[in-house]
């Protein structure tokens, strides 16, 4: 496999210096791989903080300025970073205010924030935690103990983000961050496996002319195995899929997420088709957003996230943001 690196062991920190260099409003510090806006700590703000393995940027860091998160820890590819790194972030964002820690739910990253936040509590800086675990597909995974956690993280960050930025109290973040994560749900195919840098061949093996309904964003087993099907027939899946587990009664956003490995003339092909597929459900669509944002390497393939809005989360959603993968309104 030819990939675009040095050698493995130097992906992440090759890759934190080059985020260095392109953002100059973003401190990465690339030695203990935290990434912080340069403003934090901003006064009387709730912190946000969240992380996870690196191989599904822009995830975690992409998303780290105004209006999102204020600080993100990658760690090794799909590996979680360490308590030290989480800790130290919170360290780094706290106005006194306290610290949110956005979770994907996977068993290693579960462990490391929770013991992440015993040692910032230890410092005297108040965290609340809230477990994103929106995939449908299957229930208790390689990595989990439940459902993933997957593209409403997004959602969650965005969401959140606002509301901490408008200067809300800890309790009031967290409340509509995990209102959020209620609100969402998701679900990814696969057309290929992804290869990560350390390993240099796919970490599982996906026949040619089939695909895995219900891939996890680490390559894990999805629902079932099929013969290639159409953009249509995948839509039709997938969003039948999420909507037998919601029904919503007012107005989703819609996320029709990349792998990392699908162009956006197929992504903005894929995205018809769910639109299709949510009108003849009787779906009202507020918001849409294609794109490659929670990514696995260089799967080929796709997902799609769903989270019910009112009024408040979708005024949430349109404020303002300015991060390297997210931006608008400012």
Not at 21 to 39: F, G, S, Y
Not at 128 to 145: F, G, R
Request: hydrophobic letters at 45%.
């Amino acid at each position: 496999m030819k990939m675009l690196i040095n050698v493995p062991e130097s992906v992440v920190s090759d890759a934190l210096r080059g985020i260095a260099a392109a953002h100059p409003d973003l401190t990465v510090d690339v030695e203990n791989r935290v990434i912080v806006r340069r403003d934090a700590p901003v006064a009387d703000k709730v912190g946000l903080v969240s992380g996870g393995g690196s191989g599904h940027e822009p995830l975690h860091g992409g998303f780290v300025g105004p209006g999102m998160l204020d600080a993100a820890c990658p760690g090794e590819v799909f590996t979680s970073p360490v308590p030290d790194q989480m800790a130290r972030a919170a360290a780094a964002v706290d106005s006194g205010q306290g610290v949110l820690f956005i979770v994907k739910n996977y068993t290693g990253d579960v462990l490391n924030f929770d013991m992440a936040a015993e040692l910032a509590e230890d410092e005297g800086i108040r965290v609340a935690k809230v477990l994103v675990n929106d995939d449908v597909a299957v229930t208790d995974s390689l990595y989990t103990a439940g459902r993933r956690g997957t593209g409403a993280t997004l959602f969650v960050e965005k969401i959140a983000g606002a509301v901490a930025e408008e200067g809300a109290p800890l309790e009031r973040v967290e409340a509509v961050a995990r209102q959020v994560n209620e609100s969402s749900r998701s679900f990814g195919v696969a057309l290929s496996a992804c290869t990560t840098p350390a390993k240099g061949s796919p970490t599982f093996d996906l026949p040619p002319g089939e695909l895995e309904l219900g891939v996890g964003i680490h390559g894990e087993p999805g629902r079932e195995r099929r013969a290639m099907m159409t953009s249509a027939e995948i839509a039709d899946f997938a969003v039948d899929a999420i909507l037998q587990d919601m029904s919503p009664t007012a107005p989703v956003l819609a996320l029709v997420n990349g792998m990392g490995a699908t162009p956006l003339l197929e992504l903005y092909g894929f995205n018809a088709e769910v639109q299709r597929v949510l009108q003849e459900r009787g779906v009202a669509v507020a918001r849409t957003l294609v794109g490659n944002y929670v990514t696995s390497l260089d799967m080929a393939g796709c997902s799609v996230t769903l989270c019910q809005v009112d009024e408040e989360l979708l005024r949430l959603w349109d404020a303002p943001v300015r991060t390297p993968a997210l931006r608008w309104g400012i």
